[in-house]
């Protein structure tokens, strides 16, 4: 039988809700699981990530920066327990081990070491610090070997590998390896770390996400020093050579970068620009009065030969260009790497 207006109106006035609804029951329940504690997840990622692996560094803010550091001192924030996160003291809490952690804010640190042997020669050494906030505050949580840096869309790492001591030219080469990413298992680090080197020792002066700057002393000429700056995939391929000439080291050259800045305000590159008289082949990235600034070895017009005279910095100034240009092109150089990186998650300070 089809009901009535009458009943239509009794059902109407009833309410919508059959049960009990918002009562004393469900507000105990919820009082119940405000007050449940959570349990802490472990503030670490993983290297071996892989998609969802990489989500986990939608917020990560990373600055690589290579200080002059001592173990024994603590370096430049004081003395510090490098075994921290709950480790022993000759174990090491693995970099990144947990690749489903809430991660909003860490650093990533880079020290170099520069210890001399007993020749008198000097031997540098690499680490990484991984510092994450902890209960409030931030706390060395892993630490590692080598330097590791972000490159595109994927994380890679430095090492430093000294040649056999029977070596008739001792050398410290640096190689350079994706550790996340298709391309990392197609790296062969055996190969990598027991390829002949090259008579030279190699010792990093700045990290950033897109450029390395290095220095180099042949073995057979131990004052004669050599700058560059080369991308990750020059870095990389340098490793496997056997022998050094500086008019075929790879390198990315101030105007080049420069010019990299400059296209990254002007979309349309003017093709037809006249190339520079000069070209500065050998200069560095390196810390001076507070800023990362660029400076460039006095090399008297030979772009290739070892320089001239040297600074307490080891680098002059350019000749060819003011002071005030250089600083514009790096600052733009590093405005560029900051816009690349924050798509990525990452962000670069010089």
């Not at 480790?87 to 489903?100: I, K, N, R, V, W």
């Not at 590998?161 to 350079?176: E, N, R, T, W, Y």
């Not at 700056?229 to 050094?244: I, Y």
Request: aromatic share 8%; proline share 7%.
């Amino acid at each position: 039988m089809e009901p009535n207006d009458k009943d239509l109106k009794q059902q109407l006035s009833r309410g919508p809700l059959i049960k009990h609804g918002f009562d004393a029951r469900l507000v105990a329940r919820i009082e119940e699981a405000i007050e449940r504690p959570v349990g802490r997840r472990h503030p670490l990622l993983r290297f071996g990530w892989h998609g969802a692996g990489l989500a986990a560094m939608a917020m990560l803010l990373l600055f690589v920066g290579l200080w002059h550091w001592s173990f024994g001192s603590g370096g430049p924030a004081g003395s510090m327990d490098l075994q921290g996160a709950g480790q022993t003291a000759g174990t090491e809490a693995p970099l990144f081990a947990d690749a489903d952690a809430e991660l909003h804010s860490a650093l990533l640190l880079g020290l170099r070491e520069d210890p001399k042997s007993e020749d008198g020669s000097v031997v540098s050494s690499y680490r990484t610090l991984f510092i994450a906030p902890t209960d409030g505050q931030f706390e060395l949580t892993a630490q590692g070997d080598g330097i590791v840096m972000p490159y595109g869309q994927n994380f890679w790492k430095i090492e430093a590998v000294m040649s056999d001591a029977g070596s008739p030219a001792p050398a410290q080469k640096l190689i350079a390896y994706p550790v996340t990413g298709k391309d990392a298992a197609k790296a062969d680090l055996g190969a990598l770390r027991e390829s002949s080197a090259a008579p030279l020792a190699e010792r990093l002066l700045f990290v950033g996400n897109k450029y390395v700057s290095i220095e180099q002393n042949p073995s057979d000429a131990p004052n004669r020093v050599y700058r560059w700056v080369k991308d990750m995939d020059q870095l990389a391929a340098g490793a496997l050579r056997t022998s050094f000439e500086p008019e075929s080291e790879p390198h990315v050259s101030l105007e080049d970068a420069m010019k990299t800045a400059e296209a990254t305000e002007t979309p349309v590159a003017q093709k037809d620009a006249a190339a520079p008289e000069q070209r500065t082949e050998q200069w560095s990235i390196i810390r001076r009065t507070g800023s990362w600034v660029a400076a460039a070895a006095d090399t008297a017009g030979q772009p290739y030969a070892p320089p001239r005279e040297q600074d307490a910095d080891g680098a002059v100034d350019p000749a060819a260009r003011s002071d005030q240009q250089v600083r514009h092109a790096l600052s733009d150089l590093v405005a560029d790497s900051r816009d690349r990186t924050n798509r990525q998650g990452c962000f670069f300070v010089a």
